[in-house]
């Protein structure tokens, strides 16, 4: 058995930093020649479908996942693989209903299509509410970081992702969405790397190795992973995973966070085609089921690993994974696979910080002006990526005390993007609703979801869904009382 625990060592350090000059010299040099917004939005839509589906992967996993998933299930079970099956379902549904909307002309952002569909109003008020969501979800992720770093320089919390930011803000400035997709492909492949090689090691420092871990975790329950339970009570809802929970509720988070979230759209849109989209969408769940597994499957040989050797577990039991990276691993090791979990961040927030440009610039600014040319809205959009990751960094700074960082994370986007995912329905659905009517539905379904987010225990997991019945029984409604548009 191996025993490496160790203060803070040099060549992890090393290793760490080579990675941080790596990637950043890599993604800042897709900047040269972009001179159209399609070039630095889209990646001139040039990408294969691979690399953007290893890119989907990478922005709606994040450290988020690798930092808090392990802490699901050394606290319980692998119940969160039943949200990943609504995952799949989710992909089939934006494939039928809005993959083909997005490819009838040429948009930048998905929020052109509700102006396409309704009009200027209902496209600023999905793009608010789209900024709104991603700013404070990733302000959560970039938390994540923090978390990460303190660990492993033992700073606060605070100073210490600032780094992180910039260098991934200053790639993003220079490369556009290329950068992001071929950072992405890169960075992806490390911390995968980095996971399966801490679980080897893991393994390897218990006595017994899988077999053992086996023999302990499924007797604790900890290989669970359905719940098939179903009782209407007050107490059902409040449970977030269980069969029904993760079915239905994660088939709407995704179908809203994939089909209606920019941060996911614009990846779809940058693809040479309607089909490379669609199977770069269809292969991405083949990757985040397994991604997901792996690292519910970590959480579970750390609870057997601290069980075993009598360990208690940090107080906030997201370090937990981090905890034992940076302890435990052989040098050289640790520094990598704390690289692969900066990489997932560094991905992610590259790809936030893109999508946040994009639609202030396309969705607010440029139809203020017009008449300016592409050079003109390619310059504002590098600054409006400066301007969002000063955001996010207070938005970090905030999310501090707002608990568990992935289901933090899960929970601030389940508020809003129902909101999205009712109007985009009304729209691809629906005749009959027009402008007015749509805002009626995104008013109404914000009191309703506020109102099951603070004055019930209904579980996060069915926020999406109850927010977009809810936006578009709303909005569906008030097109009957106003008498508008023609019939369904």
């Known amino acids: 058995m191996l025993e490496f625990a160790h203060p803070m060592r040099y060549l992890d350090l090393a290793v760490i930093t080579a990675y941080l000059i790596g990637i950043t010299w890599f993604g800042a040099r897709f900047g040269r020649g972009q001179k159209r917004l399609k070039d630095y939005l889209l990646g001139g839509r040039t990408a294969p479908w691979w690399a953007i589906s290893l890119s989907i992967v990478s922005a709606e996993t994040s450290t988020l996942t690798i930092v808090g998933t392990p802490a699901l299930s050394f606290g319980g079970n692998m119940g969160f693989l039943q949200v990943v099956l609504g995952y799949l379902a989710a992909r089939i549904v934006i494939i039928t209903l809005l993959l083909p909307h997005y490819f009838r002309g040429e948009l930048f952002t998905a929020y ?27 302000g959560v992720r970039v938390f994540a970081i923090a978390i990460v770093i303190s660990v492993v320089v033992g700073t606060s919390e605070i100073p210490s992702f600032l780094l992180i930011v910039a260098l991934t803000l200053f790639y993003t400035f220079e490369g556009g969405m290329t950068a992001v997709i071929w950072t992405d492909v890169a960075q992806m492949a490390l911390y995968v790397a980095g996971a399966l090689l801490s679980f080897w090691i893991l393994l390897d420092q218990i006595p017994g190795g899988w077999a053992h871990v086996a023999a302990v975790a499924s007797p604790a329950g900890k290989f669970r992973i359905f719940d098939f339970d179903f009782a209407w009570t007050r107490q059902f809802f409040a449970r977030p995973y269980t069969f029904w929970a993760g079915v239905l509720g994660g088939c709407f988070l995704t179908t809203a966070s994939h089909g209606t979230d920019q941060l996911i759209v614009q990846r779809l849109l940058s693809a040479r085609s309607e089909s490379e989209s669609r199977r770069a969408l269809l292969a991405s769940w083949g990757l985040v089921m397994f991604q997901f ?120 986007a389940s508020i809003t993007l129902g909101l999205l995912l009712g109007v985009f329905l009304l729209g691809v659905l629906t005749r009959r609703v027009n402008e007015s009517s749509a805002i009626a539905g995104v008013v109404g379904g914000l009191a309703a979801i506020l109102y099951v ?35 369904t």
């Open 293 to 412: 597994t792996l690292f519910l499957l970590v959480g579970i040989a750390l609870y057997v690993y601290h069980r075993d050797t009598g360990l208690a577990p940090p107080a906030r039991t997201d370090r937990i994974y981090p905890e034992f990276v940076w302890r435990q691993l052989p040098p050289g090791a640790a520094g990598l696979v704390i690289a692969a979990i900066l990489a997932a961040a560094m991905a992610n927030l590259s790809a936030a910080l893109n999508a946040l440009a994009s639609t202030t610039v396309i969705d607010f600014y440029r139809p203020l002006a017009p008449d300016r040319d592409d050079a003109h809205f390619l310059r504002w959009a590098r600054i409006a990526t400066v301007l969002w990751g000063v955001v996010l960094i207070g938005i970090g700074i905030l999310a501090r005390n707002w608990g568990s960082v992935l289901e933090s994370g899960l929970s601030v």
């Open 453 to 487: 987010r603070f004055f019930t225990t209904i579980a996060f997991t069915w926020w999406v869904l109850i927010g977009t019945a809810a936006t578009f029984l709303f909005g569906y409604v008030a097109s009957l009382l106003l008498h508008s548009g023609e019939s």
């Open 112 to 138: 052109e299509l509700m102006r396409r569909r309704f009009g200027e109003r209902v496209r600023r008020v999905t793009a608010f509410v789209f900024l709104v969501t991603r700013a404070l979800a990733e």
